[in-house]
T-cell receptor, first 113, second 112 residues
Framework: NAGVTQTPKFQVLKTGQSMTLQCAQD?????MSWYRQDPGMGLRLIHY???????DQGEVPNGYNVSRSTTEDFPLRLLSAAPSQTSVYFC????????????FGQGTRLTVV | GESVGLHLPTLSVQEGDNSIINCAYS??????FIWYKQESGKGPQFIID?????DKRQGQRVTVLLNKTVKHLSLQIAATQPGDSAVYFC???????????FGKGTRLHILP
């Protein structure tokens, strides 16, 4: 049982480049979410999805897009990378509403230069 | 606005002693609270949760206490071990909301 898998683990981008962070879960969880973690800031919610075909914005959605075409996958797209998006990104999933245990991936460390 | 915070950014505890990590929340409508543990280089890992209709919940070596009167949450770790070294986050959410709000985290440092 792989749980939540994020790829890549590390990425360096130049300002203005675009890329997609992948997230996949094999637990048939309805709820998936993306967070960014910055020093001293805790985890901040970027986007989330309560099921396939449904997405919504979190606290810090600007500069990111998401889609949820399947239950398993929830990719996060950076449209035009900026140094302010340098962070560690975590994907999480949970069964049903987030009022249940959430499982996190191992994270993607992104540096924008 | 909604916020979750922690009183101490770093907590140093002697191995074998009990640890208490505190958290204050400001949204009185929050009805579900979670504690997560994050080891270096890893994603957060669920430790224990509690719903607002309870004031105490126990797990294996961990206890969460909820005081709704003062909007305070705490995590107690019994007989702290070196493997407990990590950053601990509290988080809150409301049943009618789809967002989980995390606090900034407390680093637990175990002294030999």
């Amino acid at each position: 049982n792989a749980g939540v898998t994020q790829t890549p683990k590390f990425q360096v981008l130049k300002t203005g480049q675009s890329m997609t962070l992948q997230c996949a879960q094999d637990m048939n969880h309805e709820y998936m979410s993306w967070y960014r973690q910055d020093p001293g800031m805790g985890l901040r919610l970027i986007h989330y999805s309560v099921g396939a075909g449904i997405t919504d914005q979190g606290e810090v959605p600007n500069g990111y897009n998401v889609s949820r075409s399947t239950t398993e996958d929830f990719p996060l797209r950076l449209l035009s990378a900026a140094p302010s998006q340098t962070s560690v990104y975590f994907c999480a999933s949970s069964h049903g509403h987030p009022n249940t245990e959430a499982f996190f991936g191992q994270g993607t460390r992104l540096t924008v230069v | 606005g909604e916020s979750v915070g922690l009183h101490l950014p770093t907590l140093s505890v002697q191995e074998g002693d009990n640890s208490i990590i505190n958290c204050a929340y400001s949204n009185s409508a929050s009805d579900y609270f979670i504690w997560y543990k994050q080891e270096s280089g890893k994603g957060p890992q669920f430790i224990i949760d509690i719903r607002s209709n309870m004031d105490k919940r126990q797990g294996q070596r961990v206890t969460v206490l909820l005081n709704k009167t003062v909007k305070h949450l705490s995590l107690q770790i019994a007989a702290t071990q070196p493997g407990d070294s990590a950053v601990y986050f509290c988080a809150e959410t409301m049943n009618r909301d789809d967002k989980i709000i995390f606090g900034k985290g407390t680093r637990l440092h175990i002294l030999p």
